[in-house]
Nanobody
Framework: QVQLVESGGALVQAGGSLRLSCAAS????????MGWYRQAPGKQRELVAS???????NYADSVKGRFNISRDNAKNTVYLQMNSLKPEDTAVYYC????????????WGKGTLVTVSS
């Protein structure tokens, strides 16, 4: 079992920046993927960005050029730097941990709220 704790959500004005953090603890495998997802009211949860232990990243088209995902493997922590925030970025942001070795394992955090005012 892996536990995830997100932090950093806040109310920010459009054009502003925020940095989210997600700290993982528990049975963390050396090879894994961590990512950020978001869910806005009335919408499905969607991938924002993900990063592997080898630092391969993947971004949703809507955040490319504005958001940057990074991780500190020594601290088992993943970060999401969000710049040029837009009102449509308003959502609950969830951290996710996945590994396929030796078996598939998937964990979610409880989420942190990001509100972008216009």
């Amino acid at each position: 079992q892996v536990q995830l704790v997100e932090s950093g959500g806040a109310l920010v004005q459009a054009g502003g920046s925020l940095r989210l953090s997600c700290a993982a603890s528990g049975s963390i495998r050396s090879i894994n993927t961590m990512g950020w997802y978001r869910q806005a009211p009335g919408k499905q949860r969607e991938l924002v960005a993900s990063i592997t232990t080898g630092s391969t990243t993947n971004y949703a088209d809507s955040v490319k050029g504005r958001f940057n995902i990074s991780r500190d493997n020594a601290k088992n922590t993943v970060y999401l730097q969000m710049n040029s925030l837009k009102p449509e970025d308003t959502a609950v942001y969830y951290c996710r941990y996945q590994t396929y070795l030796p078996n598939y394992s998937n964990s979610w955090g409880k989420g942190t709220l990001v509100t972008v005012s216009s």
